[in-house]
């Protein structure tokens, strides 16, 4: 149940007072969402005097779709008195002064319905080639290993939203109500008001000649969904390792150039708040990392190992965030935005670890970490000026730096040590 348009009488973190509600709405979502993966590799190795080599090629693709997806709001619009109190986040109370009122199924009008087909798709295709020559650093054995990768990867939002008002008094949520609910909370002098998924879509389809299309607001909300970015990434990378003595020390440096590529939609209100079209937009950003690594590992005795590493990563935007798809409300004087323009996160790791092996597969080991971060990704709020006009854009930005700091202790050990009942199980 959604209330909206009271007065607030008192408010504290955990509780409310609202009095004068003047909208009161029960809503449905009637929906059947399907998932598909398709996953496919191929790869192999092959040797020539003293190297090795390794090449394959991979395809993913990952589908959900929503079709028919059904939404109604039923809405009330008696005035109510409510409260609420959330101090027990896993029982929850809310409470209404005409509780005979708010219960009754009649007094909700079937307002507004959302027919949605949505289809989200994503593609990635990699290629990849290594070598690799064992060889000699003096008396020190050793390797030399180097290749590269190509990863194309593609994401694309398609909805088409279709949205009916119902302007008459045709149908209440009395008409579709179930009887019957596992919800243990908010039940009315009878029972909890839910309505009926099928008795609802069936009143739906019988009276689609009484609701009025609305053309504008159905390809507003199509149009903000939609969107396809691609993103391509072509890696070089290359490393050494070498045992001396009791370490074993590895080297290595990546190179990562990416391309992305995105568009969408800006969703566009004039100075009367009106809908004033669709704009598409599109955006392109290249941008290369450069990713150096240093681990060591030594064999502090037969059963004790000590792991020192220096690495440096990145992470990039989701497409959820990096999307171009944008609403400009001229007469609020707001923007709400993807940031095609983001940067990755950047971070340099420093890690030193120890584990201590027992007898009886066990292991007890305690690391200490320390992450030096920049441009992390967060979102805000922020006055911009856009062709000489003032905007709160709303949108996702590149923080400075942070740190990251922490100690983690571990302990494993296999119970068959201490009786034989226990045999595979483990703590």
Known sequence: MKLEDGTIQSLTDTTAVITDIEETDRDLKNRFEEQEIFLFSAGGESSYENWKFGYGISFAHAEENEPDRLDVDF?????????????NSYDPML???????????????????????????????????????????GDNPG??????????????????????SNDSSNGTLADVLQTGSRFPFFRGPSNYLKADPALTRQFFNSSMG????EDEDSTIDSSSADFTSDEDILALYGMVESNIGDWTVTGGARYEQTDFTTTGNNILFDEEEDFAGVEPLSFNKDYDNLLAMLSGRY???????LRLSWTNTIARPKFSQSAFSRETNIAEEEIVSGNPNLDPYESMNFDIAYDQ???GL?????SVFHKDIDSYIFSSTEDVVIDGNDFELVSFMNGNSATISGVEFGCQQDLAEFAPAFNGFGI
């Open 299 to 305: 064999a502090v005795s037969d059963t004790g190992i």
């Open 210 to 213: 009484d609701f009025e299309f």
């Open 357 to 359: 092996y027992m007898e």
């Open 362 to 366: 066990g292991v007890v080991s305690v």
């Open 143 to 164: 390797f030399v290993k180097f290749g590269a990768k190509l990863r194309q990867k593609e994401k694309t939002v398609d909805s088409q939203i279709d949205i009916y």
């Open 75 to 87: 809405r009330s619009e008696e005035l109510y008195d409510a409260s609420y109190n959330f101090a």
């Open 95 to 137: 409470s209404v002064a005409d509780s005979a009122s708010v219960f009754d199924a009649s007094n909700f009008l079937f307002d507004e319905a959302v027919v949605e087909n949505n289809i989200a798709e994503e593609d990635e295709t990699a290629f990849f080639f290594d070598a690799r020559r064992d060889v000699l650093f």
